[in-house]
């Protein structure tokens, strides 16, 4: 399928609300009713407006040049920290799109594997495991080099989109199982990331709406959703240090949430259709 022509005030737009899908607004409440349903023109726009995010985000000589430096000398310096995050950011916005809006909602696997190593290193290198870092960085040059790069482009070519009744029903999967591990006690460290990936994708999802669609009951679930995914973002960094180090089972081990995403959390399944 061909990426569709955002303009670039549209890209900006996308932009700035990928940067603030963490920010945590203490006085944000939901809108209601809450925007539930939307239309396969709205999919398809979704989908082609984050597909754009990650051409024009995601050069591939430039991973090429960050990777060098994390091979030479296993860390980067500010700015190019930055840029690794967007450019990291622009991928988790494609994969969010193909498992929200493709008809299998899943990623496909090369993209899946390059999205998950990027994220392994920016963890080795944020927690100095240099060892670490130079094993994820040889298999990220191996999945950034020409010949791969085209089969990851053909892969997200090949993409078929689900409809508006499909993409619903998956949606409404996502909230039970939200529901279910909110109501269920303390999550492990390992269910604490699937709870907080559901939140991500909505994130994603009401950003890209919002983006192309312009509307405030959009704009205000979008904001919600990114204090919690803010709030959970900030806690599992700090699982993934403690892991690191040996202070916990990151699969075993129970996660005690703070009250903050607790009442977040309890609100959002409460308000969220059955």
């Known amino acids: 399928m061909t990426a569709r022509a955002y ?27 809450l925007p539930i349903a939307c239309t396969e023109a709205d999919i398809r726009g979704c989908f082609a407006l984050c597909r754009q995010f990650w051409e024009e985000g995601a050069p591939r000589a430039e991973i090429a040049q960050l990777l060098g ?24 916005q494609l994969r ?73 029903a998956f949606r409404r999967a996502e909230f039970a199982k939200l529901r279910r591990w909110t109501e269920g006690g303390h999550p ?6 699937m709870m907080r990936k559901v939140v991500s994708r909505q994130v994603s999802f009401y950003d890209s709406w919002r983006t192309i669609a312009p509307d405030e009951d959009r704009y205000r679930m979008s904001r919600f959703l990114s204090a919690i995914n803010g709030l959970m973002g900030s806690l599992h960094d700090d699982l993934v240090e403690q892991t690191c180090k040996g202070l916990r089972d990151y699969h075993r081990d129970d996660v005690a949430l703070p009250e903050d995403i607790d009442q977040r959390l309890r609100t959002l399944v409460t308000a969220l259709p059955a």
């Open 7 to 33: 303009p670039p005030q549209v890209m900006a737009a996308m932009f700035e609300a990928v940067e603030m899908n963490d920010v945590v607004d203490p006085v944000v409440s939901l809108p209601d009713p």
């Open 69 to 92: 430096t994390l091979m030479a000398s296993g860390d980067l310096p500010r700015e190019s920290r930055v840029r690794y995050k967007h450019i990291r950011a622009s991928y988790k």
């Open 96 to 168: 969010f799109a193909s498992v929200l809006y493709g008809k299998r909602h899943k990623a496909p696997l090369l993209f899946r594997w390059t999205v998950a190593l990027m994220g392994h290193l920016q963890d080795a290198f944020r927690n100095g495991r240099r060892m670490t870092v130079l094993g994820h960085v040889l298999l990220l040059r191996l999945l950034v080099t020409w010949p791969v790069w085209a089969l990851v482009r053909r892969e997200i070519d090949r993409i078929e989109l689900d409809d508006a009744a499909g993409f619903l």
């Open 188 to 193: 492990t460290g390992h269910v604490f990331h």
